[in-house]
């Protein structure tokens, strides 16, 4: 689930060093071309009072620590991991780095909902993205509030009384009486 830089550097320590080495427990020299790139800052989700990077893709995240502890029992425990290894953390601006193996631009997608709320999330056919990528995030990181609010969104489009499906149904037909679901529900093609 998350990228683990303690794992990428004891790969490389044992990368680095040969099999008659005398000195195992040296620090290995880390080579540029497996050198960790330095991610570029998100230009929105950066708070000058964020106290945690997260990195996704080529990205990084200046975020509230306590945001994200509140909310998520699995990016809490994440983060009680990075602060138990602390040689082995890495920082960006002086904060703590926590790499998620997530795209940036449903990472970017999961950490609005969490600040800002889903009330700005359409459940139309030109949002099908976004809809997916915070229940897919909400449910992986058990931010249950996000995840009852995107459902409770889903619900209006997807019903499941058969009542409410036949009304989805006449509110999908144009008035020639031609069937067209696509045009005004969210949908995965």
């Known amino acids: ?41 998100h230009p929105d989700l950066w708070f000058s009072d964020g106290n945690i990077a997260l990195v996704a893709g080529g990205l990084y995240f200046n975020v509230h620590l306590g945001l994200l502890c509140r909310h998520s029992e699995p990016l809490n425990e994440a983060i009680k991991a990075l602060a138990a290894d602390e040689k082995q953390t890495r920082l960006i601006e002086g904060n703590v780095v926590l790499e998620l193996d997530d795209h940036p631009k449903d990472l970017c997608r999961f950490l609005m909902a969490l600040y800002d709320g889903v009330s700005g ?17 909400s449910t992986k990181y058990s931010v249950e509030h996000v995840r009852r609010d995107i459902l409770r969104g889903l619900s209006t489009i997807w019903p499941r ?29």
């Not at 303690?6 to 790969?11: D, E, G």
């Not at 999330?121 to 995030?137: I, N």
Request: glycine share 2%.
């Open 121 to 137: 999330v359409r459940y139309d056919q030109t949002d099908f993205e976004s809809v997916s990528a915070l229940l897919r995030l």
């Open 1 to 41: 689930m998350f990228k683990s830089s303690l794992a990428r550097r004891i790969l490389l320590l044992l990368c680095s060093m040969d099999d008659f080495s005398t000195n195992r427990h040296a620090e290995a020299p880390v080579k540029p071309e497996l050198a960790a790139s330095v991610p570029s800052r």
């Open 161 to 189: 009384t058969l009542s409410a499906w036949e009304f989805r149904e006449a509110d999908a037909t144009d008035p020639s009486g031609v069937y067209k679901p696509r045009c005004i529900y969210p949908h995965p093609m």
